[in-house]
T-cell receptor, first 115, second 110 residues
Framework: DQQVKQNSPSLSVQEGRISILNCDYTNSMFDYFLWYKKYPAEGPTFLIS?????DKNEDGRFTVFLNKSAKHLSLHIVPSQPGDSAVYFCAARRQTNFGNEKLTFGTGTRLTIIP | NAGVTQTPKFRILKIGQSMTLQCTQDMNHNYMYWYRQDPGMGLKLIYY???????DKGEVPNGYNVSRSTTEDFPLRLELAAPSQTSVYFC?????????FGPGTRLTVL
């Protein structure tokens, strides 16, 4: 049962334009969402996060939007740059008793920025 | 700070061999995790630990074992390696929900 879904395996965007990566989830108990970026032969690195009590969080060129009623979040990158070419993973945390901080990851979207 | 380090970077095993993947973090994080990533798939949790001496199974624990004798180290043991364990393995640590990942170990079982 894939509780966090990234339905687009790949996305190509022209440099300077907006990149929009999407993520859907099924578990209404998720209370915190994160985006990770991964370059080849490296581990994922944290990019941006959002709490379930918010609907938007912005950090420079990166903005994450959360629509709880639709169980959908998206990552916007504006403007897109060649260095943004990477695989992006969406992840979600389910609130449990203290001591359990597990994340559930999506399958990733490969973003390619075309110069 | 080195963050999360993993050794080795690459390894080829024969079916039935065993090995230990090493993971060390220097951020004094209580939580540590082992994931595997298969091609086209997301990260699947193998085992995790909430502190020294405490470990628990994740989604795909079969064929693996872990121990956590110190805060810093969280080795992953493969006994009787099988081709299905060919994957890239990532170790991570966290204070809360933001996890910091190591560079990964690419393991091939032939």
């Amino acid at each position: 049962d894939q509780q966090v879904k990234q339905n687009s395996p790949s996305l190509s965007v022209q440099e300077g334009r907006i990149s929009i990566l999407n993520c859907d989830y099924t578990n209404s108990m998720f209370d915190y969402f994160l985006w990770y970026k991964k370059y080849p032969a490296e581990g994922p690195t944290f990019l941006i996060s959002i709490s379930s009590i918010k609907d938007k969080n912005e950090d420079g060129r990166f903005t994450v939007f959360l629509n709880k009623s639709a169980k959908h979040l998206s990552l916007h990158i504006v403007p897109s740059q060649p260095g943004d070419s990477a695989v992006y993973f969406c992840a979600a945390r389910r609130q449990t008793n203290f001591g359990n901080e597990k994340l559930t990851f999506g399958t990733g979207t490969r973003l390619t920025i075309i110069p | 700070n080195a963050g999360v380090t993993q050794t080795p970077k690459f390894r080829i095993l024969k079916i039935g061999q065993s090995m230990t993947l090493q993971c060390t973090q220097d951020m004094n994080h209580n939580y540590m995790y082992w994931y595997r990533q298969d091609p086209g798939m997301g990260l699947k949790l193998i085992y995790y630990s909430v502190g020294a001496g405490i470990t628990d199974k994740g989604e795909v624990p079969n064929g693996y074992n872990v121990s956590r004798s110190t805060t810093e180290d969280f080795p992953l043991r493969l006994e009787l390696a099988a081709p299905s364990q060919t994957s890239v393995y990532f170790c991570a640590s966290s204070f809360r929900w933001e996890q910091f990942f190591g560079p990964g170990t690419r393991l091939t079982v032939l």
